[in-house]
């Protein structure tokens, strides 16, 4: 899967046991984990054991985000519910590669693979409610706010409030047409 337009080229590609050294390096990134409600600092041997014991889980995807051969990111789709269709989304971008447009064209290929592929209903996510980066991105993607968690997660010795967002499959193709009519209107002019 690849995308791009404006910003460098960027494609999703499952996660391999030969990432894992990158997922540490993120998930040791106190600054990146603090903004997913975990603790940072796992073990590179918990990592792999969890790798291997999520391996064939239809329950999740995990996708490494890559742009020009360089691994950007990671992207997540997990508490794949298949009776009620729906799932929740993660997405951490290295902070090296932040600010670039990543995060966006990740996120808009991870919903079409949910919405196209998987035929989720719901896609929904956690976000702290002090991360305006990420909640910006969210919202321009077609994400809204179902509602608040207050204290709902201790992080750096203070209870954080957390905002869960979604969006609906029939959401997410009403703004896919849109945007494909606006491109049709603009190449006319």
């Not at 975990?38 to 391996?55: N, Q, R, S, T």
Request: net charge negative; aromatic share 12%; hydrophobic share 40%.
């Amino acid at each position: 899967m690849s995308g791009g337009s404006h910003t460098p080229p960027v494609r999703l590609r499952p996660l391999e046991r030969e990432d894992l050294p990158f997922v540490h390096q993120l998930n040791n990134n106190a600054s990146v984990m603090r903004y997913w409600f975990e603790e940072p600092y796992e073990a590179f041997v918990e990592l792999c054991d969890l790798y291997g014991k999520h391996i064939h889980d239809q329950n999740e995807r995990r996708f490494i985000i890559e742009s020009a051969d360089a691994k950007v990111g990671l992207v997540e789709l997990v508490e794949i519910d298949y009776i009620h269709r729906r799932s929740e989304f993660q997405i951490i971008i290295d902070p090296a590669y932040q600010g670039q447009g990543h995060a966006t064209k990740a996120a808009k290929l991870a919903m079409e693979y949910a919405f196209s592929v998987l035929n989720l209903y719901k896609l929904y996510l956690i976000v702290d409610k002090e991360n305006a980066k990420a909640i910006h991105i969210y919202n321009k993607l077609g994400f809204y706010t179902e509602g608040e968690l207050i204290d709902e997660f201790f992080i750096n010795g203070s209870y954080r409030t957390a905002i869960r967002m979604c969006i609906f499959q029939h959401q997410y193709f009403a703004s896919k047409q849109d945007e494909k009519m606006s491109q049709q209107l603009q190449t006319r002019i």
